[in-house]
């Protein structure tokens, strides 16, 4: 959790102003408790769930995109003009910077991939 502070979310906050972390770190019970996935970046420390406290999370998603380096980046939910969070994380091995969209597709959620 610390390097992804001092990594990415230190610097969105300088950026853009406040940022609400409403997932950080999980255990394993907690993970399987909201759903999350059997190999989240949650349960290592690695992984942030964010949403601006103005609610244009957009920017945080916009900000991190353009600017940071991070593992994983994911549009939550939401429509195309607003996420209903952003997740990101940070693993300092795996920096690839992957960007998906989470959708609701029934009763599955499914991910696409988005250009960098």
């Known amino acids: 959790m610390q390097l992804l502070a001092e990594k990415v979310l230190?610097?969105?906050?300088?950026?853009v102003g406040p940022v609400n972390v409403t997932s950080g770190y999980r255990s394993k019970l907690v993970n399987q408790a909201v759903n999350g996935a059997v190999r989240s970046d949650h349960l290592y420390g690695y992984a942030a769930d964010l949403q601006s406290p103005d609610g244009n999370h957009r920017k945080l998603y916009d900000w991190l995109k353009a600017n940071a380096m991070f593992t994983q980046l994911i549009y939550e939910f939401g429509n195309d003009?607003?996420?209903?969070?952003?997740h990101v994380s940070y693993n300092p091995k795996d920096l690839k910077r992957e960007i998906l969209r989470a959708r609701n597709v029934g009763k599955r959620v499914t991910y696409s991939r988005l250009q960098p």
């Open 10 to 15: 230190q610097p969105l906050r300088d950026a």
């Open 81 to 86: 003009t607003q996420p209903q969070w952003v």
